[in-house]
Each structure stands twice: as C-alpha cells, then as structure tokens.
C-alpha cells in the first residue's frame, strides 16, 4: 500500500497540532489506519499545504504524487475551501479542476478518491455564502465521480462535524476531534471497519460581544490583511512528506 495526499490545510492537518508544534490529521490518521488495517508497513507523502486553491493542487500536487517511485497505489485530493472563500468563485471551473484529476489519475492507473471538506459556514462570517458554494461543488463532484467509477467521501454533508466541539477557535480549521472523525469516515469510505469518532459535547460555545471582538481581532482581520497584500498562509511552505515515509503498524508517521 503506497498513500499520497495532496490538498490544503484541511488534508495538512491544521487544527491537530501535536506538541512539538507539528500538525497530524486526518491524512496521517488515514495512513496510519491503512497500516494497522493491512497489518504491515504503509509507504505514505502528504503534499498538502495550508491556503492552496484548488488549481495549484491539482496541477502541482497531484503531478508530484504521480511522479512518485514507486507510483502511488491511493491518492486522496481534498480542495476548494479556499476558493469558495473568494469573490467571484467559479464552481464550473473548480469542477472542471476535478474532472481533470479523475482523469490524469486514471490515466496514470492510480486510486483516486476525493474527500470534501467539513462545513464551517454556520460560525463564519458570511457563512450562508460559503454554504451555497459548497453545496454546488459537492452537488457537482458527486455527479464527476459518479462519471468516473470514483469514491467521493462527503464529509461536507456529515451533520456530527458541524457540532462546535469539532472545530478549531478560528472557526475554519477542525480540531484534533474533528480531524479524527474524518479520518474514521474516509476508513469506512474504503472499506474498513472503523467507526468514526464522536466528541464530548463539552462547553457551550461563546458568542458573547467580548469573545466574537476577540474573534475578529485575533482570525478575521488578519485573513483580511493577507488577502489584501496578495499573501497566503501556506506561501513559502511546501509539503510535509514529499517522499515516500514508512508507516508501520501501530504508528502515525514521523515528524517532519
């Protein structure tokens, strides 16, 4: 089993931060569940990076994973989240991007299954947006994979992750929780018995006029002030495993 991963923050794993500092996710809990499940080694890469529109995924990651010795037997693509968070988003385009992963990986003779992003709208500024966008590209790669024989793991549709115990205080980004539920709902996805994680209801969430002002300050401005300098959170970054890691059984792989 050879498991690549290309995507954005999401299939990083920002949210699940470890505490060296470095993050995991659901991803690494894929890889590391493919391990235990086939009870032997796994070779795994992540392309991923945080703030990656789903072009440069496409045409930039996904070619990378391809190019991988020995070829990858699965890739997972997960992509979009940051495009929708834009004016003027396109859906058509984006699935068109995803027509065309389908087919250079069938091309290629790889396993290819995209995984759709959880639904952070209900706690974003101008959620309802970001909703009808997802529900467009959800509603359009549903039809792309079922064109192509391909899994499509909708995770955007799962109401248990919408719950706030699943979700980072900036309200984008899940949480080591919500990471683990998604790995588990991609592991049933492919065939493996692996119920997928629950979280502890916990505290009610805060959205007192205190706590939404700190909110703003500390996640919304500063998303604003990088869009306006044309800047990304991922620019500079590159993948965390852009060759082949060994993933044995009863492991999550090793840090970066």
């Keep these: 089993m050879r498991y690549a991963a290309v995507g954005d923050s999401y299939t990083e794993g920002v949210g699940d931060e470890l505490p060296d500092g470095t993050v995991r996710g659901w991803a690494d809990l894929v890889a590391a569940g493919l391990a235990a499940e086939h009870g032997e080694a796994v070779r795994y ?9 789903l072009e440069p995924i496409v045409c930039e990651q996904l070619e990378a994973a391809l190019a991988l010795a020995p070829a990858p037997t699965l890739v997972t693509l997960n992509g979009g989240g940051n495009d929708m968070m834009r004016s003027g988003t396109d859906t058509t385009r984006l699935a068109g991007l995803l027509d065309r992963a389908l087919r250079r990986a069938a091309q290629a003779g790889v396993r290819l299954v995209i ?7 209900q706690r974003l500024p101008l959620g309802g947006v970001i909703r009808r966008r997802g529900e467009l590209l959800t509603t359009a790669t549903h039809a792309l994979a079922a064109r192509h024989g391909a899994l499509f793991v909708d995770v955007f ?4 992750l919408r719950r706030g115990p699943y979700w980072s205080v900036d309200r984008l980004h899940l949480n080591a929780a919500g990471h ?3 790995a588990g709902l991609v592991l049933t996805a492919l065939g493996h018995e692996r119920a997928a994680h629950v979280a502890d209801p916990g505290p009610a969430e805060s959205r007192r006029v205190r706590a939404e002002a700190r909110y703003y300050r500390e996640h919304v401005l500063p998303w604003l002030h990088r869009r306006l300098r044309g800047r990304s959170s991922g620019d500079d970054r590159s993948g965390k495993y852009v060759q082949w890691v060994p993933v044995p059984t009863g492991t999550t792989p090793p840090p970066r």
């Design 45 to 53: 890469a992540n392309f991923a990076v945080r703030g990656r529109l």
């Design 115 to 121: 995984v759709a992003g959880a639904d952070p709208s």
């Design 157 to 160: 549709h799962d109401d248990e």
């Design 180 to 182: 683990q539920r998604v």
